[in-house]
């Protein structure tokens, strides 16, 4: 492959946000396994198209109401939408597609219940993406993109069987998870152009700051801990009642759990906005979701647990936050993906 149609083709990743797909994936997977511990290869392969399609038209809608604010950044300036490679036109075209497709597939293959969750999913994206940055009490649209993140899971769920407790409290737990990260990683890696253009973020409603703190104000870091802690209790819970559930599943999803409260812990209460600060903040942007993935796929065996580990976590390798933080770079301070948000 050429350096000509390798950047093409990156740029393409970049405006369809695959990076940060494996995330999307894991969210759906672990519906579907949450549903039953019967599955069919068929099933998991149309929810996993669906998720696919989620992903592009809710994050290229994100992109879409973003695009000025964005392009007044530095390194978001250069993705296609913001530097006019893609139209915004053509933007919206993708976004009605992949959302259509994505609601038509499951109601026609699936079930009635599996649609709806997913309107609902949508919709609370959606509001995120037009009021977030914008409404004047910031968690509030975080709960809303977190509930969309939750009902995204419960589709799953629903594609594998009747919604049921174990599938509840793990969409309580991604989505308290999802307020986490956006009101303080991806809050934080923002803080700055975000103060500079009067946008209203969690982050900005704790710190009151234009640059980068020195430390976090202590009422910031229990809102986070607060919240995490609902993550935390909720994704044990629900895999302790999980359908086909193991032992070593649910000792995987204590541990993953706490490590990444003990990281969110460090990383906020001994804040640093440098390389170890981004390292933290990375782990724990990464943890919560792959340990309850790996958790419930161990019922299926080793092998399969380990290509959960690792399947939603390859697309992550081409995220340039990652790449920053592996080569020790200070383009983004903070955690969280530039690919997300």
Same mark, same amino acid.
């Given at each position: 492959?050429?350096?000509?149609?390798?950047?093409?083709?990156?740029?393409? +990743?970049?405006?369809?946000?695959?990076?940060?797909?494996?995330?999307?994936?894991?969210?759906?997977?672990?519906?579907?396994?949450? *549903?039953?511990?019967?599955?069919?290869?068929?099933?998991?392969?149309?929810?996993?198209?669906?998720? &696919?399609?989620?992903?592009?038209?809710?994050?290229?809608?994100?992109?879409?109401?973003?695009?000025?604010?964005?392009?007044?950044?530095?390194?978001? #300036?250069?993705?296609?939408l913001?530097?006019?490679t893609?139209?915004?036109?053509?933007?919206?075209?993708?976004?009605?597609?992949?959302?259509?497709?994505?609601?038509?597939?499951?109601?026609?293959?699936?079930?009635?219940?599996?649609?709806?969750?997913?309107?609902?999913?949508?919709?609370?994206?959606?509001v995120?993406? &037009?009021?977030?940055?914008?409404?004047?009490?910031?968690?509030?649209?975080?709960?809303?993109?977190?509930?969309?993140?939750?009902?995204?899971?419960l589709?799953?769920?629903?594609?594998?069987?009747?919604?049921?407790?174990? $599938?509840?409290?793990?969409?309580?737990?991604?989505?308290?998870?999802?307020?986490?990260? @956006?009101?303080?990683?991806? +809050?934080?890696?923002?803080?700055?152009?975000?103060?500079?253009?009067?946008?209203r973020?969690? $982050?900005?409603?704790?710190?009151?700051?234009?640059?980068?703190?020195?430390?976090?104000?202590?009422?910031?870091?229990?809102?986070?801990?607060?919240?995490?802690?609902?993550?935390?209790?909720?994704g044990?819970?629900?895999?302790?009642?999980?359908?086909?559930? @193991?032992?070593?599943?649910?000792?995987?999803? &204590?541990?993953?759990?706490?490590?990444?409260?003990?990281?969110?812990?460090?990383?906020?209460?001994?804040?640093?906005?440098?390389?170890? *600060?981004a390292?933290?903040?990375?782990?724990?942007?990464?943890?919560?979701?792959?340990s309850?993935?790996?958790?419930?796929?161990?019922?299926? +065996?080793?092998?399969?647990?380990?290509?959960?580990?690792?399947?939603?976590?390859?697309?992550?390798? +081409?995220?340039?936050?990652?790449q920053?933080?592996?080569?020790?770079?200070?383009?983004?301070?903070?955690?969280?993906?530039?690919? #997300?948000?």
């Open positions: 492959m050429d350096a000509v149609t390798g950047g093409r083709l990156r740029q393409l +990743g970049r405006f369809l946000r695959l990076p940060s797909i494996g995330v999307t994936l894991a969210v759906v997977l672990l519906g579907v396994v949450s *549903g039953s511990d019967q599955t069919s290869a068929a099933r998991i392969g149309v929810m996993l198209t669906v998720g &696919v399609l989620f992903h592009v038209g809710v994050y290229v809608l994100n992109d879409i109401v973003d695009v000025d604010l964005d392009r007044t950044d530095p390194r978001r #300036a250069g993705a296609p913001m530097a006019g893609v139209s915004t036109p053509v933007a919206y075209g993708v976004v009605v597609l992949c959302l259509l497709v994505a609601f038509v597939l499951p109601a026609a293959t699936v079930n009635a219940t599996t649609f709806i969750c997913l309107i609902a999913a949508t919709a609370g994206l959606a995120y993406d &037009v009021f977030g940055k914008r409404f004047p009490f910031p968690p509030l649209t975080d709960l809303a993109q977190g509930a969309g993140w939750g009902f995204l899971l589709a799953g769920c629903a594609a594998n069987g009747p919604i049921n407790a174990a $599938a509840v409290l793990l969409s309580c737990s991604i989505a308290a998870y999802v307020m986490v990260v @956006t009101g303080i990683p991806a +809050g934080l890696r923002d803080l700055p152009n975000d103060a500079r253009h009067g946008a973020t969690t $982050a900005l409603m704790f710190v009151r700051a234009q640059e980068m703190p020195a430390e976090l104000p202590r009422p910031y870091v229990a809102y986070g801990l607060a919240v995490n802690g609902i993550s935390v209790t909720t044990v819970a629900g895999m302790a009642i999980l359908p086909g559930r @193991t032992e070593v599943g649910i000792a995987i999803a &204590v541990l993953g759990q706490l490590v990444s409260m003990a990281a969110l812990w460090r990383g906020t209460w001994y804040y640093r906005p440098d390389q170890a *600060g390292r933290l903040g990375l782990l724990y942007v990464l943890l919560p979701w792959s309850l993935l790996v958790a419930a796929f161990t019922r299926y +065996g080793v092998w399969p647990a380990l290509l959960a580990a690792v399947f939603p976590l390859l697309p992550w390798l +081409g995220s340039r936050i990652v920053s933080i592996l080569a020790g770079s200070s383009e983004w301070t903070g955690a969280g993906d530039p690919d #997300a948000g």
